[in-house]
């Protein structure tokens, strides 16, 4: 089907009606004023996001710069806990505490009898440090139960005494 001009004229003619007949500035403004709330409302919300965002940033570089800190710290640690315990290092720190080497050990078998020939420590302190009664007392004190154990070629039925504990 073809339109013709009258069809058109008619349906033109039934809009223009709806239409108002002059200039209207009521209808834009409520739009205007939709716009400008949208706009302003963007604005806000990027400055707010910007915000946020910069103290995010601030936080992380703030937790990075600890977690370096603390990770100098903890190898620092550890360069101490290795340095204090080399060999050299545990030896002369109980040297400081009055600490001497052990002489031979002496074991107990499961069934009581002694193996080895229990020693005392024969080494004095070092001249550093000036040994006290107490630390004599202590000294001497582990070392006698051992020396009243009998010889391993001796054999006992009763097993020898043990200090407890161990």
């Known amino acids: 089907m073809t339109r013709t001009a009258e069809q058109t004229k008619g349906r033109a003619g039934r809009l223009t009606r709806l239409m108002p007949a002059g200039p209207s500035t009521a209808a834009r403004t409520p739009f205007v004023l939709l716009v400008v709330l949208l706009l302003a409302g963007g604005l806000i919300s990027l400055l707010l996001l910007n915000s946020a965002l910069n103290e995010g940033s601030f936080k992380l570089s703030k937790l990075k710069r600890e977690t370096t800190e603390l990770t100098d710290e903890q190898q620092a ?38 193996r080895g020939v229990p020693e005392r420590a024969t080494a004095g302190p070092s001249p550093a440090v000036a040994p006290t009664p107490e630390a004599d007392a202590a000294t001497t004190a582990p070392a006698e139960p051992s020396a009243a154990a009998p010889s391993p070629t001796a054999t006992s039925t009763t097993p020898p005494p043990t ?3 161990r």
């Open 77 to 114: 640690l550890q360069r101490d806990v290795d340095s204090y315990s080399q060999p050299d290092a545990l030896e002369r720190r109980a040297r400081q505490l009055g600490m001497v080497p052990g002489g031979n050990p002496a074991f107990l078998n499961p069934d009581g009898t002694v």
């Open 163 to 165: 200090s407890p504990g």
